[in-house]
């Protein structure tokens, strides 16, 4: 395995003022163990690298093969945030796309029957392109946009079964305080909230539901796989709206005056 893995430990342990047996009671092994992967003379099982990555919020990738000790003020400084895996959202791999037959992007619709699957294969390009696509021409050609099928009441008006359009984020810092987004987690899949930022924290965001019902609830940055801006959504139905009485009594009398009118224009052209 790669010489930075027992450096890099060191260095992270050190990071956070921690000792050999802290780390150890943390990750529930035994401080031999641990010993020996930060000096080098043993190498960590598939679990206990996971525990490592998840520990310490550094990505695998850049455990074992990044020499962190080259990292600027800044990285550390997202390391003691917890939010280096990914605050940004810049270390996504390249968006795995569609285009058509003229080579221009085209919206790809995740179909209720494809939902499970999506947080496994938004990366590979077999799943993406089986894909059911289509375009809309007044979206913008520049950007590219994906369809994802909602379930749920949580996020009125726009209802269960209607399929919402999503512009992807590449950059997390650009998200807009209480706005809708669709959030692809990895323990809940994909879901359509609205995100809050928490003053003070870069590594969690709130998402909360138009409907009251729901409860707002914490993720962390480093759980979530992709954001889509909400753009527009496609319902089977018109979204039911409550309208009072007074407000049925003024329609009503609208239309009789616009028919009126219409009567009145139609004797006086014949």
């Known amino acids: ?20 047996e802290d780390v150890a009671q943390q ?8 010993s020996g992967y930060e000096n080098g003379v043993a190498e960590p099982s598939i679990e206990n690298l996971v525990k490592l990555n998840t520990f310490y919020k550094i990505p695998l990738d850049d455990l074992i093969k990044k020499d962190l000790s080259k990292l600027s003020k800044k990285e550390w400084e997202a390391i003691t945030e917890g939010v280096y895996q990914d605050v ?3 270390k996504l791999r390249v968006l795995t796309s569609t285009v058509s037959q003229d080579n221009e992007e085209v919206i ?18 077999e799943y993406i392109k089986v894909l059911p696509t289509f375009q809309l021409p007044f979206l913008k050609k520049d950007r590219k946009y994906r369809s ?14 209607s399929h919402v359009i999503g512009e992807y984020m590449q950059n997390w810092e650009t998200i807009k305080n209480g706005h809708p987004y669709i959030v692809i987690t ?15 924290r870069k590594d969690i965001v709130q ?12 993720v962390n940055i480093n759980d979530i796989i992709e954001i889509w801006k909400f753009v527009n959504y496609i319902a089977h139905d018109l979204p039911e709206m409550a309208v009072g009485e007074n407000e049925l009594v003024q329609s009503v009398k609208g239309i009789q005056k616009q028919v009126n009118q219409l009567s009145a224009y139609i004797q006086k052209d014949s």
């Open 1 to 20: 395995m790669s010489n930075f893995l027992s450096r890099n430990l060191k260095l992270l342990r050190k990071h956070r003022d921690m000792s050999q």
């Open 88 to 90: 940004k959202g810049a």
């Open 148 to 161: 994802f099928p909602i379930s749920g009441d949580s996020m009125p008006p726009v209802s269960e079964g």
């Open 27 to 34: 990750l529930e092994m035994t401080r031999s163990s641990y």
């Open 207 to 218: 998402l909360s539901s138009t409907n009251p019902v729901y409860e707002p609830y914490i």
């Open 108 to 125: 790809e619709m995740i179909p209720e029957k494809a939902r499970a699957g999506y947080t496994l294969g938004y990366a590979d390009p």
């Open 186 to 200: 990895k323990d809940d899949g994909i879901v359509f909230k609205i995100i809050h930022r928490i003053p003070n």
